[in-house]
């Protein structure tokens, strides 16, 4: 089964500052990849979604950017984080041909 | 108008009784549709996922769609406590792409 690697847990980081949040999988290959924001006390937002390698589809325009440089690693960036970019980060993997999506841990950012 | 709506509660119900939550969809085009749990501060839990019109069952839980109304339901059998979670229901499309709804806060009371 696939298991979803997401680090740091917990994040605060300053107003201004870069951002590279990890997601790794294990147990699949060639899976499509999510990375999703959560407000609080709010549903899941679809950041970017990725369906290979370097193939990106960003759905919100914003600061953040997505890259997928090896098949099973999806890495969400910002130059300069800003207030509004605060939430818990959610990376999601459906497996080709799978019809369940799973997700990891996720990471709480807090910009301060 | 947001594809997938989601009433985001809370609703309260007590211990033993049957839950009945439910989204409305916008956009005729998916695939299947998916509900998740999410207990605070941790990922969602995938519980079960359904392709088409009527009903899929899984222990106490129950999903139901209704294409024509365009309404996705999951029903939840002698309610526990350990249950009290936010429930969110996702719809996938041909496109590969995942969306949810605001998700509804359950609060199954002892």
């Known amino acids: 089964s696939q298991t979803i690697h997401q680090w740091p847990a917990t994040l605060v980081q300053p107003v201004g500052s870069p951002l590279s949040l990890e997601c790794t999988v294990e147990g699949t290959s060639n899976p499509n990849l999510y990375w999703y924001r959560q407000a609080a006390g709010r549903g899941l937002q679809l950041l970017f979604y990725?369906?290979?390698?370097?193939?990106i589809s960003s759905e919100v325009p914003q600061n953040l950017s997505a890259s997928r440089p090896q098949d099973r690693q999806f890495i969400l960036s910002s130059k300069k984080l800003l207030l509004s970019d605060s939430g818990f980060y959610l990376c999601?993997?459906?497996?080709?041909?799978?019809?369940?999506?799973?997700f990891g841990q996720g990471t709480r950012l807090t910009v301060v | 108008q947001k594809e997938v709506e989601q009433d985001p509660g809370p609703l309260s119900v007590p211990e033993g009784a049957i839950v009945s939550l439910n989204c409305t969809y916008s956009?005729?085009?998916?695939?299947?549709f998916m509900w998740y749990r999410q207990y605070s501060r941790k990922g969602p839990e995938l519980l079960m996922y359904t392709y088409s019109s009527g009903n899929k069952e899984d222990g106490r839980f129950t999903a139901q769609v209704d294409k024509s109304s365009k309404y996705i339901s999951l029903f939840i059998r002698d309610s526990q406590p350990s249950d009290s979670a936010t429930y969110l229901c996702a719809k996938v499309g041909r496109d590969d792409k995942i969306i949810f709804g605001k998700g509804t806060r359950l609060h199954i009371l002892p």
């Open positions: 956009n005729s085009a998916f695939q299947y």
């Open positions: 990725s369906v290979g390698i370097g193939q």
């Open positions: 999601a993997c459906r497996g080709k041909g799978v019809t369940e999506a799973f």
